[in-house]
């Protein structure tokens, strides 16, 4: 008895401690696990990271320096530093925002990867303020990987199901 509850004590600290080390484990189609395909990986999952965690050592671990963002929103700002910002104002509006990874494809020098974005709208975006709507919307970005970094991305966001969701007028 007392053998079967510490296991099952430490298996769940096991799966609780793995859950909040915020590793994401998404289906990855990948048939190559050589060094290059590694890299790729490498850098696309340090990106996913930095979207689900916040921290900026992710988003410069996973980008180039010359890193040019191909599909930005209106008035972001062009690299690394709009990026940050992004992420930054959207955790204002989203602060308990968590992103998985649904899939990673990697093909030649670029990944694709589909993202789910979930959490509560209750901080602020802009003037409107959020009352802890559920935001639950996917994304897609494309990332070219030269070196282990990524040296350009096109993404989509599902900015219509989000506002719907958090009443953005």
Same mark, same amino acid.
């Given at each position: 008895?007392?053998?079967? $509850?510490?296991?099952?004590?430490?298996? #769940?600290? $096991?799966?609780? @401690?793995?859950?909040?080390?915020n590793?994401l484990?998404?289906?990855?189609?990948?048939? /190559?696990?050589?060094?290059?395909?590694?890299?790729? +990986? %490498?850098?696309?999952? %340090?990106?996913? +990271? *930095?979207?689900?965690? &916040?921290?900026e050592?992710?988003?410069?671990?996973? $980008?180039?320096?010359?890193? #040019?963002?191909?599909?930005?929103?209106?008035g972001?700002?062009?690299?690394?530093?709009?990026?940050?910002?992004?992420?930054? %104002?959207?955790?204002?509006?989203?602060?308990?925002l968590?992103?998985?990874?649904?899939? $990673?494809?990697?093909? &030649?020098? *670029?990944?694709?990867?589909?993202?789910?974005?979930? @959490?509560?709208?209750?901080g602020?975006? @802009? /003037?409107?303020? &959020?009352?802890? !709507?559920?935001?639950?919307?996917?994304?897609?970005?494309?990332?070219?990987? !030269?070196? @282990? +970094?990524?040296?350009?991305?096109?993404?989509?966001?599902?900015? %219509?199901?989000?506002?719907?969701?958090? &009443?953005?007028k």
């Open positions: 008895m007392k053998i079967t $509850l510490l296991t099952s004590t430490l298996t #769940i600290a $096991l799966v609780t @401690g793995n859950a909040m080390a590793e484990v998404p289906e990855i189609y990948v048939n /190559d696990s050589s060094a290059a395909v590694n890299l790729i +990986k %490498n850098a696309a999952m %340090n990106y996913a +990271k *930095f979207w689900n965690t &916040g921290e050592n992710y988003a410069r671990e996973a $980008l180039a320096t010359n890193f #040019i963002d191909k599909t930005p929103p209106e972001r700002k062009a690299g690394i530093e709009g990026v940050l910002e992004a992420s930054s %104002n959207f955790r204002k509006a989203v602060p308990d968590h992103v998985t990874v649904e899939h $990673l494809l990697i093909t &030649g020098e *670029f990944a694709t990867i589909r993202y789910r974005f979930k @959490g509560h709208f209750s602020a975006m @802009g /003037d409107q303020k &959020g009352e802890n !709507q559920t935001i639950d919307f996917p994304a897609v970005d494309i990332y070219q990987v !030269q070196e @282990g +970094k990524i040296v350009n991305n096109w993404h989509m966001e599902d900015y %219509n199901t989000f506002f719907t969701q958090a &009443g953005v």
